[in-house]
């Protein structure tokens, strides 16, 4: 079952800092968002396999929607 990142603001997705298949430690930065000039990053809530990235750069997200899905470690 993966963990879904949700995005904790409106804004824009600034920068993709990470790809399908990356394994990820807990607080590494996945994205950054970027709301009202500011930079925000989406940090994974803990370690593990990057299974999808939902968004691009550029693309505008809501608060709550689903950003990156990880697939946690064992």
């Known amino acids: 079952m ?3 990142v949700e995005s ?3 804004g824009n997705v600034w920068k993709i800092e990470t790809s ?9 930065v996945l994205l950054i968002v970027e709301s009202m000039k500011m930079e925000i990053p ?3 809530p803990e370690a593990g396999r ?3 990235i939902r968004v691009q ?4 997200v809501e608060e ?4 990156v899905v990880l697939d ?3």
Do not use: F, K, R, Y
């Not at 399908?20 to 590494?28: L, M, N, P, S, Y």
């Not at 709550?64 to 950003?67: A, E, I, T």
């Open 2 to 4: 993966g963990i879904d």
């Open 8 to 10: 904790q603001i409106m």
């Open 20 to 28: 399908v298949g990356a394994q990820v430690e807990e607080e590494d």
């Open 42 to 44: 989406v940090e994974a």
């Open 50 to 52: 990057v299974s999808e």
């Open 57 to 60: 750069e550029g693309q505008s």
């Open 64 to 67: 709550g929607d689903v950003l």
């Open 72 to 74: 946690g470690q064992a």
